[in-house]
């Protein structure tokens, strides 16, 4: 009977270890220079956020569809923990890569720059 519940608990510790991969850049490129909306932040949010932040049902309640929008999901902070949550990423395909991310940082940095 002990062995029984060894087993179980050794099966049950087992089962509920997981590991979840997030992939790192080794080397992440901060930008250095003036990150704007325009150059930088708009093709990201086009490439991988506006086809579900955009149009009369956005998931989640978020448009992102104009720099008035992303900036004010920026500056409340939604933004920029949903595209670094690294369980429940977005986009949901898995987390942008931390050099992608990292321009938003800039972009806060920098006053959010519109061109």
């Not at 992102?64 to 690294?86: H, K, M, S």
Request: net charge negative.
């Amino acid at each position: 009977m002990k062995k029984i519940i060894r087993t179980s608990i050794l099966m049950i510790l087992i089962c509920s270890c997981s590991e979840s991969y997030i992939p790192i850049e080794e080397t992440t490129q901060i930008p250095t220079g003036p990150v704007s909306y325009q150059t930088d932040i708009s093709p990201i949010i086009t490439s991988r956020c506006i086809n579900c932040h955009s149009g009369n049902a956005p998931q989640g309640g978020l448009l992102l569809q104009t720099y008035d929008q992303v900036r004010n999901a920026t500056e409340n902070g939604i933004l920029i923990q949903r595209i670094n949550d690294p369980a429940d990423p977005m986009p949901a395909t898995g987390l942008m890569p931390a050099s992608t991310r990292a321009l938003f940082d800039q972009w806060v940095a920098n006053g959010y720059l519109e061109n």
